[in-house]
């Protein structure tokens, strides 16, 4: 038993640190300067924009043409924006929730316990979501309408939920699956149930996993554009989400685009998303040491 | 496992919060309190401290039984329709008016969703500009109240042209001859609605028809078109049009004539007063505007836009909204209103003889009677997208453009089947 | 075993239900089936249901909005002999290959990047992680910006002078390509940073000792071993961009041969709506999106199975 303990430790798969080079670790510099510039270097270009006044710095390919002012972010704040912000955080987080605990109890099942016709439900569950989603509006709209979900955040997560839960379930059966079965038949022998063999066991040690599925459901439900923008149009203090305000976004006067408020609320956007994602990426990578199977 | 544990707990009992405070507030199909009216219009005007809003506050001050909201909808205009439809689809009484784009009318029309003025158009008609007047009829009623409108304006940099050119010819020969640092002439050529206004300004110019007045005939020539094709065609190939003219809509024109990388522009006059606002801009003081060319040099001919107000045919209060859509378009306070503080060209021809100090109004009021507006058939969607997509690539060079032509016609006499 | 032990020491520990009953309890068999129930039932009901009605609406011939009748497999036919259909077939077939492609090169990349410790490893996760957060509806209309001769900011930057990116057909792919790479690399890199972790520590290091290098480690011992998490990415990233729309839209609006299924689609239920015609385009592009994800399916569905019995050994 003690090898399945070693086997399963979670520390990643990180090479053992060698005695390197000089020239090896300029490259190594080098090649993240690349991608970090090539991650960045957009979003520079957003910061910068946001910060510009007047028609002449928007609109200069130079990103040091000023002049340079707030009065964007004060612009997009005066529209309300931080309650399409609550509303986005609320439906995303509630998505990501029930993804993750309905999802894994599905995908729990699709890995291990006797399912006949597995590839089939795969698929159906694949397919689900295949369907072009602007097609589906009209039907779905008529119904949440007559139900009374129209504008509130219900209306929202329901389906989100639904259209997100393919690729959870697939993404948590293939963590699911690689966890070795003797691990929980050790716990089985202990007594524990088929859910608290999943609960302490399974659920733990594929933790890498589910917060990638996590983050993932999480930013597709605070992206989402097409359900929002028909379910939730206006009323930002009702349901309006993020990127259905910042579509809504007008200028001074008709036909103009307002460039330097758009990418001052994407910059507000961007930020907490990125402390959330730090936040998931930490538990992806830092992995949990194994304190399910008893020593 | 505690941890864990505590952790899964608050998240359930969040979420749990989270869930039971949903904010409450008018779900989608809105109530109306009383005789409250609801004015379903968009873009930049509608705005608080918009034009709009100023104007259903003038109507509230002098009808308080039946006072009107704006519910705002975004500023693109495909996303209105979109909106508007889904709400007149499910024949919800949400709105009472809708703010239509003008070439909206048929296709709202036939499919039952607006209310008829028949029995206001004497009042509405006598006070309209003809082409915005038509732009509201189909099938020879009167289906809305013209509001605001639009027409194209050419803007061309003082300090580089002396006189403005009455012929295309002459506009490209003098957007040639520069120094090659300044672009020729911008336009929206990017493969879209606009795309098709641009070159029916063309057509027309030249001379050309597309339906009669009841769209029951295709008059289309397609000599006439071919020509217009062909020398857009060149003027791409020739360097007449400045470099981005094939992806540009409303406001990448602005921005090329703005930034002074071109001489010429056409446009809706919404630019003028963005420009004057722009110190930093080499066209600023440098800049002035003229009607379009034509092939000939007489007259000239530009293509409608704006919006008209329509009474939807599922609104609970269909009496007072036809007041108000009436009184819009006639009450001369309201139409002179729209001029002078949000500078959105009014459909009340009168009024323009107040504004002649206004530079951008008085030349409009010397171009809206001559304005077209284009077919108000149900079927212009796809005889636009039939357009854009025979033309565009002719006039980029990509297809032959006779063949082009002819799929147009076709398109066409497709539609009036 | 199914016999009921005495409790012992350990199992007074608080978070153990009270006396489990192993042969009164649900069977595995059933419990598979509760387990699957509540995702099934919240699928179908919310998402399987339009898509019936789509498939309905499909056999139904519209003009415009006005229903005039039976059609049966008319708008099939109609659409599969439209050659407006098959342009954009290619289109969308070539960008998915290309952008897909490119995708997994760059996130396998990212992803074993992302595993290293190293100072400010913090950072450049997250920095890795910004294309992809950023909100679609902006990324395009940023990356239009970017491309377009006006202002010609990348033209400026790479002093192109007056390149039409977005005018030209070949060079409008390009672009649309770049920024979909850009934009969902990331999501690519996640998925196989969290397989990564799932990779014993032992392995790679048992290797190393054995002699070998880098490359060899890669490709014969990571990537095997990363196969259940490349099939998952490969097939979403597929599947979505079979189904571009927004950055197609913003970007080029489908000119230059730049129109992708959905954009076609799209076409035919919002901007000229024809329910019939418009649900026909829906489920062509429906079955041929299945079609490609099932063979992504099969191939995960036989790693799930060896994936139990052989685990980490």
Not at chain 1, 15 to 34: C, E, F, M, Q, S
Request: with cysteine; charged share 15%; proline share 6%.
């Amino acid at each position: 038993m003690s090898d399945t303990t070693t086997t399963m430790t979670r520390k990643a798969s990180v090479p053992v640190p060698r005695p390197v080079g000089r020239r090896r670790l300029w490259v190594k510099a080098a090649t993240l300067l690349v991608i970090l510039s090539w991650c960045l270097f957009p979003f520079l270009w957003l910061v910068m924009t946001s910060l510009k006044l007047g028609d002449r710095a928007l609109n200069s390919p130079d990103l040091f043409q000023g002049p340079f002012g707030l009065a964007n972010y004060r612009n997009v704040f005066e529209q309300d924006f931080h309650l399409n912000l609550r509303n986005s955080l609320a439906v995303a987080t509630m998505t990501t929730l029930i993804c993750i605990t309905v999802g894994s109890l599905a995908a729990y099942a699709l890995a291990r316990l006797p399912l006949k016709r597995r590839l089939i439900l795969l698929t159906g569950v694949l397919a689900v979501s295949l369907f072009p989603p602007v097609a589906l509006v009209p039907p779905l709209y008529e119904v949440w309408r007559s139900i009374g979900l129209l504008n509130k955040w219900e209306g929202l997560y329901l389906p989100y939920t639904a259209f997100e839960l393919p690729l959870t379930i697939f993404i948590l059966t293939t963590f699911y699956a690689a966890i070795p079965k003797e691990l929980e038949e050790a716990a089985k022998v202990d007594g524990a149930t088929p859910f608290q063999a999943f609960y302490k066991v399974v659920f733990p040690l594929a933790a890498p996993g589910v917060f990638a599925a996590g983050i993932i459901i999480f930013v597709a439900a605070w992206n989402e554009f097409l359900l929002a923008s028909t379910f939730a149009p206006r009323n930002p203090e009702i349901a309006q989400t993020v990127p259905v305000a910042i579509a809504a976004f007008t200028g001074q006067v008709e036909f103009q685009r307002p460039i330097g408020t758009i990418t001052a609320a994407c910059v507000v956007v961007v930020i907490p998303m990125v402390v959330v994602a730090l936040l998931f990426q930490r538990r992806i990578v830092a992995g949990l040491t194994a304190g399910s199977v008893k020593g | 496992m505690r941890k864990s544990t505590r952790w899964l707990v608050v998240g359930g009992a969040s979420a749990l919060i989270v869930a039971a405070c949903t904010p409450a507030g008018d779900d989608g199909g809105g109530e109306t309190a009383g005789g409250e009216l609801v004015w379903a219009i968009g873009g930049a005007e509608a705005q608080p401290g918009g034009v709009h809003q100023q104007v259903a506050e003038l109507w509230n001050e002098e009808n308080p039984e039946t006072p009107i909201r704006i519910e705002l909808l975004p500023e693109a205009a495909d996303q209105q329709r979109e909106q508007q439809a889904l709400e007149l689809q499910s024949e919800g009484s949400g709105f009472d008016v809708l703010g239509m784009d003008v070439i909206w009318t048929g296709e709202y029309a036939e499919n039952g969703w607006l209310e008829s003025l028949e029995d206001v158009r004497d009042e509405i008609e006598e006070a309209s500009i003809p082409g915005a007047f038509e732009s509201a009829t189909w099938g020879g009623e009167l289906w809305a109240a013209p509001y605001n409108t639009n027409a194209g304006l050419l803007y061309y940099r003082s300090d580089l042209v002396d006189t403005p050119p009455t012929t295309w010819d002459q506009l490209c020969q003098t957007a040639t001859q520069g120094s090659g640092e300044i672009g020729g002439f911008i336009g929206q050529g990017a493969q879209y609605e606009g795309f098709v206004v641009n070159w029916l300004e063309y057509y027309w110019s030249a001379g050309g028809e597309l339906f009669n007045d009841d769209q029951s005939e295709v008059l289309f020539d397609t000599d006439i078109a071919a020509r217009a094709t062909q020398f857009m065609a060149d003027a791409i190939s020739d360097g007449c049009y400045a470099p981005g003219f094939n992806t540009a809509q409303e406001e990448e024109a602005r921005n090329e004539f703005q930034q002074g990388n071109a001489m010429f522009m056409r446009n809706w006059p919404y630019v003028y007063s963005l420009i004057e606002q722009d110190t930093a801009s080499p066209a600023n003081g440098n800049f002035d505007i003229a009607p379009l060319p034509t092939f000939d040099g007489d007259g000239t001919i530009s293509a409608l836009g704006g919006f008209n107000n329509a009474v939807s045919a599922f609104s609970d209060n269909i009496d007072a909204a036809k007041d108000f859509v009436t009184w819009a378009a006639t009450n001369e306070e309201a139409q002179s209103m729209l001029a002078t503080e949000g500078s959105v060209p009014p459909t009340m021809a009168s009024v323009y003889d107040q504004l002649a100090d206004d530079p951008v109004m008085s030349l409009l009021g010397e171009i809206l009677p001559d304005a077209k507006p284009r077919p108000p058939a149900p079927s212009w969607n796809e005889i636009s997208v039939e357009m854009q997509r025979a033309l565009f690539p002719a006039v980029n060079g990509q297809t032959d453009i006779q063949e082009a032509v002819e799929q147009v016609r076709s398109a066409l006499e497709g539609a009036v089947e | 075993m199914t016999r009921v032990r005495p409790a012992t020491a350990d199992e007074t520990r608080s978070d153990v239900a009270p006396p489990r009953r192993r042969g009164s309890g649900l069977s595995e068999r059933a419990l598979a089936r509760v387990f699957v129930a509540p995702s099934l039932i919240l699928m179908a009901l919310v998402a399987l249901f339009p898509v019936l009605y789509a498939v309905v609406l499909s056999l139904f011939e519209y003009t415009r909005r006005e229903r005039q009748g039976f059609a049966g497999l008319g708008n099939y036919v109609a659409a599969l002999s439209d050659d407006r259909f098959w342009s954009a077939l290619w289109f969308t077939i070539v960008f998915t290959v290309t952008s897909v492609a490119a995708e997994f090169v760059i996130g396998l990349g990212f992803a074993l990047l992302m595993n290293q410790t190293f100072r400010g490893r913090g950072i450049t996760r997250a920095a890795i992680l910004i294309p992809w957060v950023i909100p679609t509806v902006i990324a395009a209309q940023m990356w239009f910006f970017m491309f377009n001769v006006t202002p010609g900011f990348i033209n400026s930057v790479f002093g192109l002078g007056d390149f039409n990116w977005l005018g030209q057909p070949g060079w409008a792919t390009f672009a649309i390509v770049f920024a979909d790479v850009w934009k969902t690399a990331p999501f690519v890199a996640l998925l196989l940073l969290a397989g990564l972790q799932t990779i014993p520590v032992e392995i790679t290091e048992s290797a190393m000792v054995d002699g070998a290098g880098r490359w060899q480690r890669l490709w014969y011992i990571t990537l095997p071993l990363l196969r259940p998490a490349i099939l998952v990415a490969l097939l979403f990233r597929t599947v979505d961009a079979l189904r571009v729309y927004d950055l197609v839209a913003v970007m080029t609006g489908g000119a230059f041969d730049t129109e992708s299924l959905s954009v076609l689609v799209q076409q035919y239920v919002v901007r000229t709506p024809d329910p019939g015609y418009g649900s026909a385009l829906s489920t062509l592009t429906f079955i041929l999106i299945l079609g490609i994800g099932l063979v992504f399916v099969r191939a995960l569905g036989r790693d799930i199975a060896i994936g139990r019995t052989e685990g980490a050994r």
